[in-house]
T-cell receptor
């Protein structure tokens, strides 16, 4: 158990809908990262927040947005869902500072778009 | 731009065989970290090892060993005396500092199947 929690574990929804994935980092970690793992794109970095501020952006679609709240939990919002958005979404957190580069991954949220 | 290549898509071995998973990376940065993660069928990502770019010492942990060679930009992973429980997808990843943050670039993964 990494200490990173993600809810829900599974999510099934329809095309065109909007969903919110939630992540709570390990106690004391200030950074939260989101990754998407799909069959055709593999494991891809989406976005990073550090203490509420966006720090790095990867291949995140405009239909997707994220935020980190004052209590440091983060939410990833996916809207106008398409079949291709079906994937496993991981959240990771890391301690303050960039020195170790270590990221602790949550168990993931499996999103199925029908 | 950074890139991680895992050329082996799938490897099948018989239990107790040794197996090496290859990883080649590309980056212009001089400071970086390399990782290996295991993803069993249950789906979670399990951290195996982290190595920074200044430490080329090879590492052994039980049946696992890692060979880091900067000259060939490779960070290979060997499992000795493989077991059925080693069956999983293994990912190599590269971490760079960028804009005050770090991001992991993953390879496409190698599916390892260990059979009896």
């Amino acid at each position: 158990d990494s200490g990173v929690t993600q809810t829900p574990k599974h999510l099934i929804t329809a095309t065109g809908q909007r969903v919110t994935l939630r992540c709570s980092p390990r106690s004391g970690d200030l950074s939260v990262y989101w990754y998407q793992q799909s069959l055709d794109q593999g494991l891809q970095f989406l976005i990073q927040y550090y203490n509420g501020e966006e720090r790095a952006k990867g291949n995140i679609l405009e239909r997707f947005s994220a935020q980190q709240f004052p209590d440091l939990h983060s939410e990833l919002n996916l809207s106008s869902l398409e079949l291709g958005d079906s994937a496993l979404y991981f959240c990771a957190s890391s301690p303050p500072g960039t020195g170790t580069h270590e990221q602790f991954f949550g168990p993931g949220t499996r999103l199925t778009v029908l | 731009a950074q890139k991680v290549t895992q050329a082996q898509t799938e490897i099948s071995v018989v239990e107790k065989e040794d197996v090496t998973l290859d990883c080649v990376y590309e980056t212009r940065d001089t400071t970086y970290y390399l990782f290996w993660y295991k993803q069993p069928p249950s789906g979670e990502l399990v951290f195996l090892i982290r190595r920074n770019s200044f430490d080329e010492q090879n590492e052994i942990s039980g049946r696992y060993s890692w060979n880091f060679q900067k000259s060939t930009s490779s960070f290979n992973f060997t499992i000795t005396a493989s077991q059925v429980v080693d069956s999983a997808v293994y990912f190599c990843a590269l971490s760079l500092s960028e804009g005050g943050g770090n991001k992991l670039t993953f390879g496409t993964g190698t599916q390892l199947k260990v059979e009896l």
